[in-house]
């Protein structure tokens, strides 16, 4: 099966040169207060999707374990020096376009920041819905390639792709930002119903970043936010979108992980791989990461 490339963040700085110390507290509050309007306030299992360094993990508290995803291992070894090994955090290298997890194993889901690497979007999405449970939520950030910005900076011929039209813009090699309009069906066809929509870092600016302490900016952002449900212009946007119109899959005990290659489960677990009765193939575990992106 041939999938769309990767932007592979091995051996990236990402969380501490962007976040800790890339001026971006604004961001990071005004996304967490997305996140608790957003989440439920509970749940058994919850797949985070391109989870990085586990800068938003610990926001998912309600959910009794959560699955950290991320195609990059040295990601994922940030995360877990991070939030510990524990029976909560199940660490897996994988690739999003192949996830390797039995159908409707989770009843929660979210996918910040990490879309906006997806060539294939609406294949991310479908990926998604397959392993979530119905009735479940899925919480999803993407990058809004209709902003004010990029509304203004085509007004006045200083960008020439239209922020009005609905095919995804690539800024920078596999980096996508996407129309409002084709996310929203993107999902629906996924097999998900928007059910609220945020808009999310309405201050961008320097200017006003160095003015206003980051917590003031964000508060006030949260009170923009609700906004998102009647247009939506700014940088980045938050859904919770329900899983609909599935069946009800009885429930699995623990993680149920399925062959990314043969699509075969149950897999054999053992202390060091995980291998697939049916095609044959191993997956390593070492230091407490599943390996799924390749077989040993
Ligand atoms: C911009 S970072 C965001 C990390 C985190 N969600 C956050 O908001 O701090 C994007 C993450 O997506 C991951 N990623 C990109 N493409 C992926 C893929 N095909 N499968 C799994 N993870 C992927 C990268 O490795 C990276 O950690």
């Known amino acids: 099966m041939t999938t769309p490339p990767v932007c592979d963040y091995t051996d990236s700085d990402y969380q501490t040169s962007f976040w800790d110390q890339g001026g971006r507290a604004y961001e990071d ?19 985070e999707i391109g989870a990085g360094a586990g800068r938003n993990t610990p926001r998912y508290a ?4 959560i699955v950290l995803l991320d195609y990059s291992r040295t990601q ?6 991070r939030l510990g090994r524990s029976d909560k955090y199940v660490y897996v290298a994988a690739d999003a376009y192949r996830l390797p997890f039995v159908d409707g194993l989770f009843d929660g889901a979210t996918m910040i920041r990490a879309l906006h690497h997806m060539a294939d979007a609406p294949k991310i999405l479908a990926g998604t819905a397959r392993v979530m449970q119905n009735d479940s939520m899925f919480i999803l950030e993407f990058a ?3 902003n004010l910005k ?3 900076r085509f007004i006045f011929r200083r960008q020439e792709w239209s922020p009005f039209t609905r095919e995804p813009v690539e800024f920078v090699k596999l980096n996508f930002d996407f129309h409002p309009r084709a996310v929203f069906d993107w999902l629906a066809e996924a097999g998900f119903s928007v059910e609220a929509r945020r808009t999310v870092s309405h201050f961008r600016l320097g200017l006003l970043k160095r003015l206003v302490p980051a917590k003031w900016l964000a508060a006030l952002d949260g009170l923009f936010q609700p906004t998102g449900e009647w247009f939506q212009f700014t940088p980045s946007v938050f859904v919770r979108a329900k ?3 599935r069946n009800a899959i009885p429930p699995y005990n ?11 489960s149950p897999l054999v677990e053992k202390e060091t791989r995980v ?10 575990f070492r230091d407490g990461i599943y390996d799924f992106r390749q077989a040993m």
């Open 29 to 47: 509050a005004a996304e967490a207060i997305a996140l608790k309007h957003l989440l439920p306030k509970s749940g058994k299992l919850m797949l």
């Open 62 to 65: 309600g959910f009794e374990r």
């Open 76 to 81: 994922l070894e940030q995360a877990q020096a």
């Open 144 to 146: 809004n390639k209709k």
């Open 150 to 152: 990029s509304i203004l």
């Open 243 to 245: 899983r609909v119109g």
């Open 254 to 264: 623990g993680i149920a992980f399925r062959c990314p290659e043969c699509g075969h």
């Open 275 to 284: 291998e697939c009765p049916s095609c044959g193939r191993a997956y390593e």
